[in-house]
């Protein structure tokens, strides 16, 4: 059954060879590693990976592809899950030495990425094909354009490396952008276990929502011991590390 790409969900089927194979050697699959792939569209990645992990699940959200996988005879034995990834609880799959992977609609790659945060202790490691743009925000260095909101919220989390760029051509139909290969590593808990979430939350977007001011103005509205805090306020959100920010959010007056 021939599936075409559906705009409504942003599909963009991979049909390179060689670059499934280069995706393939990346991931670096342990045979008793268990794979979930997001999105694996008709099949040609699937089709790799059962060969080299333990157990493959894949989530799809288009019901004419479930048809198509299960049209695969080397798919036979794997768990395919009709069901949008973000409705998805990880923890339910019940599985060890999960790695996620998966070649995901851009328009919806954030909450994807923040889908990972909320199941932090259900997977060990993620690879996802990206836009290029976000790709260089979420790996940005402190002090350039692409420093962000984005850049500062996962990389309380995450340590996020770009493995190699791919280009428009392998993809069907083309996308009209350039897309990146991405590994995420999880941080150790201990990162972040201790800070108030909500109020890193706030500081954040509200320092990026008016990144061109100081702190010390667009973060007037907020009761902060200044007094207690090492950070500089004359500042702008681009100039400080992730450090700063939780040192600030762990000294709000409440």
């Known amino acids: 059954m021939m599936v075409f790409a559906k705009k409504k969900w942003g599909q963009n089927f ?3 060879n060689n670059l499934l194979n280069k995706i393939v050697k990346t991931v670096n699959i342990a045979s ?3 794979i979930l792939e997001i999105g694996p569209g008709q099949g040609a990645l699937s089709e790799k990976l059962v060969d080299i992990c333990n157990e493959l699940h894949m989530v ?3 019901r004419d592809l479930i048809t198509t ?4 005879d080397k798919l036979s034995k794997t768990n395919i899950i009709n069901q949008d990834i973000l409705k998805v609880n990880l923890s339910s ?3 060890n030495n999960l790695i996620v992977i998966g070649n995901i609609p851009y328009n919806i790659t954030s909450p994807i990425i923040f889908w990972l ?3 932090f ?4 490691r993620a690879y996802l094909m990206v836009q290029k743009e976000l790709a260089e925000r979420l790996t940005a260095k402190i002090g350039t354009k692409d420093y962000s909101r984005i850049t500062v919220m996962t990389g309380l989390y995450f340590d996020i490396n770009i493995s190699f760029l791919i280009s428009p051509n392998v993809f069907l139909p083309k996308p009209k952008v350039q897309s990146a290969f991405i590994e995420i590593i999880k941080k150790e808990d201990s ?3 201790d800070i108030n979430l909500k109020s890193f939350d706030q500081i954040v977007r509200m320092a990026f929502n008016q990144r061109r001011k100081m702190l010390r103005n667009s973060l007037s509205s907020l009761d902060i011991d200044i007094k207690n805090c090492s950070v500089d306020f004359t500042m702008r959100p681009e100039q400080l590390t992730i450090e700063d920010f939780i040192e600030i959010s762990n000294n709000i007056i409440s």
């Open 93 to 95: 799959l019940g599985l």
């Open 32 to 34: 008793d590693e268990n």
């Open 60 to 62: 799809e959200i288009d």
């Open 191 to 193: 990162y972040y276990k």
């Open 69 to 72: 996988l299960n049209q695969h």
């Open 121 to 124: 202790n259900s997977w060990d």
């Open 117 to 119: 945060v909320e199941h």
């Open 14 to 16: 991979l049909v390179d």
